[in-house]
């Protein structure tokens, strides 16, 4: 039985899913639902009205002449059978003219907001990723949370409101159709409507198992099919190195035949049907005709029924498709649902949340300190105890693994601590304040992460064309000893760089990362390994440079090199995410 249905979990996720919808758009819905019954009752005048419309074409003067019709004929001064045949043949084509345009109208409209709607939950499930913890985006491979944003919010869309739509559209106007025909021939209607629908739902219940599995695997295959593209594309200069092409090229092969296939077959279970029921349901007719015309002189009496029962038999057996193909469908598209849920409901937040503001003026601390990855897993950072006054310049140094960019995400408010509080001027940090405190932040990675835009934009990194004040840019850049090269270029600032940068060098694009970190002009400025593609001369310019910009600036340096820790007043050494050592650098080295 419950393979005949759509079940609670499934059911459960769509209102979920409605719970995320504007109140906009819930009240455009609603609307829909209402021209869809305007819908559903046109099709039911226009169905009962071709019961007397046929009966007045066979046989017009019986009609004219009968004791029902006098009244009829008085108020609209019909005269001749002639002139009542013309009547109600012009009456049933302004009938059958305007269902016709309702229905092409509830389908603009429906469609008009569902694609509407597409955009909607697209871009909530951007604006969640956007704004979904970093230790969330640590545990998520990043071609996941892509193909939900990209893909799997289209499928959501395609897949489950589109058809949920149908269903209840086609659900309605099968009631009307139903009610008409019952009218006209009970008995015969009802068994065809009941034998109809259980061959529907035999299908349903012998076909879900296997729609189910074809979506757990679609979605999965999805994501590795991206996945195997980001990291072959992605890093094509060591796929050429290596020679490796042909393993990217077989992984994509298998991962896209397996969820094409599921496709296909979907495709198959939901379009098969339908010929098998409407083969059906031609002999049905054929022998119902063949019935009520045994009868000699019952022909013209069975015209009206049949041709009634015919039309509506065109109307409902596609209703009936489309009712299958709507819960296949539904049911195909469960696991993108789930995974675009998931996304939602991992920042289901208010958008205020985190604006509380936070002022850095004497000192951070870090008041035994402590963070895991996991509930269950190891400490990273234990027991870590430090105050950083403002205006330090301090060196975090260890051995690999020692928890040194795991304690600068702590401090940046990327990372939240598993135990202990990191204070601002005695202000605990945490979900009220995390958002203006990272703004008072500034990080240069050794990796640095550059758009495919211009050098002005990468440095003024998330702002508009029209905000950016040029000049700050080019003193960014003159500090971070960039702006020679930059302006030995053609188009200067304006020079376009490619994908991540693939036309600097590497210690180019290290010195606009820094020059991004200067230009926002934060109260702290955290270098994680940002000059180690730098050559000697070059590095102790760009950290004279940052050491000379102004004493109220804290900077947080990770570096491999010694000489790079010479400016700072405070040398933190990690050891097994513990404190180890603090002090000068004479005392170090």
Excluded at 155 to 167: C, H
């Amino acid at each position: 039985m419950s393979g005949m249905l759509i079940r609670y979990r499934l059911v459960k996720d769509i209102l979920n899913l409605w719970g995320y919808l504007t109140s906009r758009r819930k009240t455009q819905f609603k609307g829909l639902f209402v021209l869809m019954l305007i819908a559903a009752l046109a099709e039911m005048v226009s169905m009962g009205a071709i019961f007397p419309f046929l009966g007045v074409i066979t046989n017009p003067d019986a009609v004219f002449i009968h004791p029902l019709m006098q009244p009829i004929n008085n108020f609209f001064e019909i005269s001749t059978s002639a002139n009542l045949r013309l009547i109600v043949t012009s009456l049933f084509i302004v009938v059958v003219v305007l269902a016709g345009l309702i229905r092409v109208f509830l389908i603009f409209i429906s469609t008009r907001l569902l694609f509407a709607t597409g955009v909607d939950i697209s871009l909530m499930t951007y604006n969640s990723a956007l704004h979904m913890p970093y230790i969330e985006h640590v545990k998520i491979n990043s071609s996941e949370l892509i193909n939900s944003v990209f893909n799997k919010s289209g499928d959501v869309v395609y897949g489950i409101m589109m058809p949920t739509v149908t269903l209840v559209s086609s659900i309605i106007i099968i009631v009307g159709v139903v009610s008409i025909l019952v009218a006209i021939n009970p008995v015969v209607m009802l068994i065809s409507f009941l034998v109809f629908s259980i061959i529907y739902g035999a299908i349903i219940w012998f076909t879900s198992k296997k729609i189910k599995q074809n979506s757990q695997l679609i979605s999965s295959e999805s994501t590795r099919a991206i996945k195997y593209l980001q990291e072959g594309i992605g890093g094509i200069r060591d796929v050429l190195m290596s020679n490796s092409q042909a393993f990217y090229y077989s992984k994509y092969q298998d991962t896209i035949k397996s969820m094409r296939y599921a496709q296909g077959s979907n495709s198959i279970i939901g379009a098969s049907p339908r010929y098998i029921i409407e083969t059906i349901g031609i002999v049905f007719i054929a022998l119902l005709a063949y019935i009520l015309t045994s009868n000699e002189g019952s022909v013209s009496t069975a015209i009206p029924t049949l041709g009634v029962l015919a039309v509506g038999a065109q109307r409902l057996l596609p209703t009936l498709q489309q009712c299958y193909l709507s819960i296949s469908s539904i049911k195909g598209s469960e696991y993108p649902l789930r995974d675009v849920l998931s996304v939602l409901q991992d920042n289901n937040e208010d958008a205020d949340i985190g604006t509380k503001g936070v002022v850095f003026n004497e000192k951070i601390e870090l008041d035994n300190v402590g963070f895991k990855y996991k509930t269950d897993s190891k400490c990273v950072l234990q027991d870590i105890t430090l105050t950083i006054n403002k205006g330090d310049c301090v060196g975090i140094v260890g051995e690999t693994g020692s928890g040194k960019s795991t304690f600068i995400d702590l401090v940046m408010g990327l990372l939240s601590p598993s135990e202990g509080t990191i204070l601002v001027d005695n202000q605990a940090l945490g979900e009220s304040n995390l958002v203006n405190w990272r703004k008072s932040v500034s990080h240069v990675p050794q990796s640095i992460y550059l758009s495919d835009t211009t050098i002005e934009k990468n440095i003024a990194f998330g702002k508009n064309i029209e905000d950016i004040d040029t000049s700050r840019v080019i003193q960014a850049a003159s500090l971070a000893q960039i702006d020679g090269v930059i302006s030995a270029l053609p188009e200067g600032y304006k020079t376009i760089i490619g994908e991540n940068g693939i036309s600097l060098s590497g210690g180019q694009r290290q010195r606009i990362g820094i020059a991004r970190s200067l230009f926002a002009n934060s109260d702290v400025i955290v270098l994680d390994e940002a000059t180690s593609a730098l050559d000697y001369d070059t590095e102790r310019k760009v950290m004279d440079s940052i050491s000379q910009i102004d004493d109220t600036k804290t900077i947080i340096i990770i570096a491999h090199r010694t000489e790079t820790l010479k400016n700072c007043n405070k040398i933190v050494m990690l050891k097994n995410g513990r404190i180890s050592k603090i002090g000068k650098y004479s005392d170090f080295y």
